[in-house]
């Protein structure tokens, strides 16, 4: 039976929804980063905002393992609501880049399991689950650096950046820049990693846009903070 949520909207009501507004051309695009949707996120965001907040709503959608569908879940779910064991599952199910980066932005890391989460995570032999650990550490080395080892993760990431997965070598470059820029003590060291490895140097850049290349990065950023 399908289910009703409290508003009365039934998930075959909003996954015909979420199918009418799917474009064949914002598909191809996507598609070009590893996402499989062609919902543009300011329609999704419009559709969740107008759904609001609904948790079972959220789940049925999430279990639809519609791309979409997963992406409008993580906007009207309850993200405290979610059991450690819940979330990990769903970080294994989220196929595609932009369901795996939602789901850690928006809702992992608001949970009360994130440290819990973060150091199972980063320890995990899935080079893709490995990466959200690493998303979870650059937040604390932003937002609340007390009790890490800032010095034993640079110590990782000259280890193991550079031969990394591309995912995870992503999220450890970003920890590597926001190391650099939060933290001046360890500035120096950052920078000299960063060329020495010289991840993401040749990487695309457009116009206004920082590099990830992580010693222009630190700068571009440390020179925004100094009003530069």
């Known amino acids: 039976m399908v289910g009703t949520t409290p508003t009365g909207t039934t998930v075959t009501e909003v996954l015909a929804e979420l199918a009418a507004l ?27 905002k107008r759904l609001g907040t609904q948790p079972e709503l959220a789940r049925q959608l999430w279990r639809s393992g519609d791309s979409a569908a997963r992406l409008l879940a993580i906007l009207i779910c309850r993200p405290k609501a979610f059991e450690p064991d819940e979330l990990d599952g769903m970080l ?33 032999a899935d080079p893709v689950v490995a990466s959200a650990g690493w998303a979870l550490t650059t937040e604390r080395v932003a937002r609340r650096p007390a009790g890490l080892d800032l010095a034993g993760l640079l110590d990782v990431i000259e ?35 960063g060329e020495r490895l010289a991840v993401l140097k040749d990487y695309p ?7 990830p290349y992580a010693p222009a990065w630190i700068a ?5 903070q100094h009003g530069g």
């Open 22 to 48: 799917d474009d064949p051309k914002a598909r191809a695009v996507n598609s070009r980063h590893g996402d499989d949707h062609g919902v543009n996120l300011g329609s999704l965001r419009t559709l969740a």
């Open 92 to 124: 294994r199910e989220a196929r595609t880049p932009k369901v795996h980066d939602w789901l850690v932005n928006y809702v992992v890391k608001k949970s009360p399991h994130a440290e819990r989460l973060r150091l199972a995570w980063s320890a995990d």
């Open 220 to 224: 571009e950023m440390v020179r925004r």
């Open 159 to 193: 280890a193991e950046l550079k031969p990394a997965p591309e995912r995870l070598q992503w999220a450890m470059n970003h920890c590597l820049a926001q190391i650099g820029i939060d933290h001046p003590e360890h500035r120096a060291r950052a920078i000299a990693i």
């Open 205 to 211: 850049t457009s116009p206004g846009c920082t590099s």
